[in-house]
């Protein structure tokens, strides 16, 4: 059948519900399928992962569910769509607990509903506007050749106190116009470790400055690198969705930039 609509409407995409990986055990063609030329995928199944009797309603779990499981849909050509908590009620979504999803839905390539929780938004916490980021840069966390790298990988380390969680956001990439990337993500974790128990949204003080090196592959250094934000750049700026350039320092073999600090969310981008 999709053949046949493909003839007459090549441009057509098909979308699939039950697309979490709890409902796809052991079914590696229909995933495969349902991903198959940019299907739309919709996870209904994180509606409910707030709920204490779900495995991912902590936040490092659930981070490390919805990221993996996008780079999944990804390589098998699929577009993630993963709903907010509770269809994105949010007189049950506080603020934090909407910018803790915002930044995992974003960093798994997610396309979010608008109108029903959508990505975060809040100028005067300083942590600027989720979607304006998402789009301007949508190369950056929703290109088709990002790859997600393991905990262990040795190209990228970073500097910070461990409440800087960056191992399991490391990506490789290409630019739009074929140059080698590699990507981190730093975000300043949540006081809070569980969703929906930090009601007046409290949350981590800015760091200080973060120093992230880049040891380079194939016996190449990058040469440029960009932070990428929607939130403020120091504490006292106000936010903005902007990249800026990042001095490269050569240190151990490779190069290092330095963050001047991290509120909630920033990215670093090293390019070949």
Not at 135 to 147: K, V
Request: a neutral charge; charged letters at 25%; proline letters at 7%.
């Amino acid at each position: 059948m999709k053949e046949l609509v493909a003839q007459k409407l090549p441009e057509f995409t098909y979308g699939y519900n039950y697309a979490s990986p709890e409902e796809n055990v052991d079914k590696p063609l229909t995933i495969a399928e349902k991903c198959r030329n940019h299907g739309w995928l919709l996870d209904e199944a994180s509606i409910g992962y707030h709920a204490k009797i779900s495995p991912f309603h902590t936040w490092d779990v659930y981070a490390k569910r919805m990221v993996e499981w996008g780079d999944k849909v990804r390589q098998l050509g699929g577009i993630y769509n993963p709903w907010p908590f509770d269809r994105g009620n949010m007189s049950t979504n506080n603020d934090i607990d909407w910018l803790q999803e915002s930044i995992y839905h974003l960093l798994s390539g997610g396309r979010v509903w608008f109108g029903v929780g959508g990505y975060a938004k809040n100028n005067s916490a300083l942590y600027g506007d989720f979607s304006r980021l998402a789009f301007r840069y949508n190369n950056i966390y929703s290109g088709w050749d990002l790859r997600l790298q393991p905990e262990n990988q040795t190209s990228i380390r970073v500097k910070a106190p461990d409440t800087v969680w960056w191992k399991r956001f490391v990506f490789t990439n290409k630019s739009l116009d074929g140059k080698d990337q590699d990507i981190v993500h730093l975000v300043n974790s949540p006081r809070i470790l569980d969703a929906e128990e930090n009601p007046d949204s409290k949350v981590r003080p800015p760091t200080g400055p973060v120093e992230v090196v880049c040891a380079g592959h194939n016996g190449q250094k990058p040469v440029k690198a960009w932070l990428v934000m929607g939130e403020s750049l120091t504490p006292d700026a106000e936010p903005k969705v902007q990249a800026l350039p990042l001095e490269l320092k050569n240190k151990d073999g490779g190069v290092s930039v330095t963050v001047p600090s991290l509120l909630y969310f920033k990215t670093v981008v090293f390019e070949y």
